[in-house]
């Protein structure tokens, strides 16, 4: 589940969309600068391997503060349509896994001239051979403006059944977040962002509501981007994680490819 509105900005770049680029696309953030393309039915393919040492999605970690090793492949058509896997070491799918494999299917494009980009998307979080059924969707939207050396980008993220039936089952569940990113020097580039992830309490579950941040830095050369970032949040509750998972400061190297 990284950070998937750095994530999902990314495939951007594979489109060859470029405005956007810095983790809403990353121009720079972890995953994609430098990605390479190989041609393919109308489309291309390009890739990214990542080493972390904590796997945070929304301030939280996914692999209990361990290591994380993460992969994706994106094939981007020449329309706009693209799709891909996403796939990671993880310690939040329950006993009997320790793997994330997230399909995902999308399409974006420039609005006309101006500098907004919009992305739009199916994502699939599946944790195979885990005892228990935390397998669910969310769909979003993206909405990126690229100004000279800054892009500012906006998203939504909606589930149906958060975390899937053996988590809170039944409760739907919204993430809205705001990414800035700054060109710096000699490739460097300065990426912060802010969100909040809220849960329909129909249910029952109480209040869950929380609010998740990152900020980092980040340099590219060539193919590989390195990043230093720090992740927290503010109101997290036991359901959701223990004090001990919230908040790290992360350090990563990305492989284009």
């Given at each position: 589940m990284e950070n998937r509105g750095w994530?999902?900005?990314?495939?951007?770049t594979a489109i060859g969309m470029g405005p956007i680029n810095g983790a809403a696309a990353q121009d720079q953030t972890e995953e994609s600068a430098g990605s390479e393309d190989y041609d393919f039915a109308g489309g291309s393919f390009s890739?990214?391997?990542?080493?972390?040492t904590?796997?945070?999605?929304?301030?939280?970690?996914?692999?209990?503060?361990?290591?994380?090793?993460q992969g994706d492949v994106?094939?981007?058509?020449?329309?706009g349509f693209y799709a891909g896997v996403w796939s990671s070491n993880t310690d939040a799918g329950?006993?009997?896994?320790?793997?994330?494999?997230?399909?995902?299917?999308g399409f974006s494009q420039a609005i006309g001239d101006t500098r907004l980009t919009y992305d739009v998307g199916f994502w699939y979080y599946s944790y195979p051979g885990s005892d228990f059924d935390y397998d669910y969707w969310e769909i979003y939207g993206i909405l990126t403006y690229a100004f000279d050396g800054a892009s500012i980008g906006g998203s939504v993220w909606y589930a149906d059944n958060y975390f899937g039936e053996d988590f809170f089952n039944g409760t739907s569940a919204i993430a809205v977040e705001t990414v800035v990113?700054?060109?710096?020097?000699?490739?460097?580039?300065?990426?912060?962002?802010?969100?909040?992830?809220?849960?329909?309490?129909?249910?029952?579950i109480g209040d869950q509501d929380y609010t998740y941040y990152d900020v980092g830095v980040s340099k590219s050369w060539n193919d590989v981007t390195f990043d230093v970032r720090?992740?927290?949040?503010?109101?997290?509750?036991?359901?959701?994680?223990?004090?001990?998972?919230?908040?790290?400061?992360?350090?990563?190297?990305a492989f284009a490819f």
């Open positions: 994530l999902a900005l990314a495939v951007l890739g990214n391997l990542r080493l972390a904590n796997y945070m999605f929304r301030g939280i970690s996914q692999t209990d503060d361990g290591p994380q090793i994106t094939w981007a058509h020449n329309s329950g006993p009997g896994n320790s793997m994330e494999f997230d399909p995902f299917i990113t700054f060109d710096l020097p000699e490739n460097f580039a300065l990426s912060g962002r802010i969100g909040r992830q809220t849960f329909d309490e129909a249910g029952g720090w992740h927290d949040a503010t109101g997290v509750t036991p359901a959701l994680a223990s004090d001990d998972n919230v908040g790290a400061l992360v350090g990563s190297v």
